[in-house]
């Protein structure tokens, strides 16, 4: 066989030699195919002619050449999220237009709330995730408007859209998983947040006057319990302190008439065996209260006919 060279020459080559050719392309071709790489967050599910018989982790693998084994590579160490009733449009800013319907929620009490969420999820068994559902993720997003759908309907819309937002995404996120569990899809629910939750358009301001209402409620209740707290134990501590107080005068004027009716036995009991002494000494013990408590002393004897001049007693001491 002639080849022609660009400088005008020809060549002669054996037809053995060009036979060559396509075997040594098809081993290189067979050697490509044996060789794979699964990245670090990845994991390579091996099919040997379409059945499963291997999971590997990330790095450079060997496998049979094509067709004989395929390789399907699964993100199982990255977190995806899901959207509902709004889409991120970059950075923090998302929009909620055009997805009204998908968003609003029908509560236990018959009233509409707009709910806006997103589920993240991981794929945790990647040949689960292959086999065992045909679109694993439009199911799931079917799964969570149910599931909220249902949370929601099980609750009055004020708790909603007030104190049970916390309460309403561990629930979702519980029964998410019970679902995906039972289908063994291989997904794993990291968790479902309430992004929002608000009264339809046309209520909306009736709905934030009725939010503040019920915050000054709150906080008047607060305030009182604190004015509860801060009195009761003043006024039981005062009301300790008279019953104390109480006590001791009791006490008192119970030892003090104790003490006086014994004064009293003891002096009977001296009248009778002296009265004349006793007598006389209870006189001279009342003049010694009284005298020094008068302002003159008029001193008069019997005996004379005249008035005598009187001493005044304090200015003496």
Do not use: C
């Amino acid at each position: 066989m002639k080849i022609d060279l660009p400088d005008g020459r020809q060549i002669d080559l054996p037809l053995a030699k060009l036979a060559w050719i396509p075997v040594v392309a098809l081993a290189f071709v067979i050697i490509i195919t044996m060789v794979y790489q699964v990245d670090t967050e990845q994991e390579g599910v091996v099919l040997r002619f379409g059945r499963h018989i291997d999971t590997v982790g990330p790095g450079l693998h060997f496998k049979m050449p094509y067709p004989i084994d395929q390789v399907e590579k699964v993100r199982t160490r990255i977190v995806d999220v899901q959207e509902f009733g709004y889409r991120s449009q970059g950075g923090r800013t998302h929009t909620t237009r055009g997805y009204e319907e998908e968003s609003s929620m029908l509560t236990g009490d018959l009233n509409i709330v707009q709910a806006s969420w997103a589920v993240q999820f991981r794929r945790e068994v990647p040949e689960e995730y292959l086999f065992n559902v045909k679109d694993p993720e439009n199911t799931l997003r079917d799964i969570s408007q149910s599931v909220m759908r249902e949370v929601m309907g099980d609750r009055a819309s004020i708790p909603i859209l007030t104190v049970g937002r916390a309460e309403i995404q561990e629930r979702a996120r519980e029964l998410i998983q019970e679902y995906v569990d039972q289908f063994e899809m291989g997904l794993r629910i990291n968790e479902v947040n309430l992004e929002s939750v608000e009264p339809p358009q046309p209520v909306i301001d009736a709905f934030h006057d009725l939010n503040r209402a019920e915050q000054d409620a709150q906080r008047f209740f607060e305030e009182a319990s604190r004015e509860f707290e801060e009195r009761v134990p003043r006024a039981r501590g005062e009301a300790e302190r008279t019953v104390l107080e109480a006590e001791g005068f009791q006490q008192r004027r119970t030892n003090i008439a104790r003490g006086e009716a014994q004064r009293f036995i003891d002096t009977l009991e001296a009248y009778e065996q002296a009265p004349n002494v006793t007598r006389r000494r209870m006189y001279l013990e009342t003049m010694e209260d009284l005298i020094p408590e008068l302002r003159e002393v008029i001193i008069v004897d019997q005996e004379m006919k005249s008035i005598l001049p009187h001493f005044n007693l304090r200015e003496k001491q």
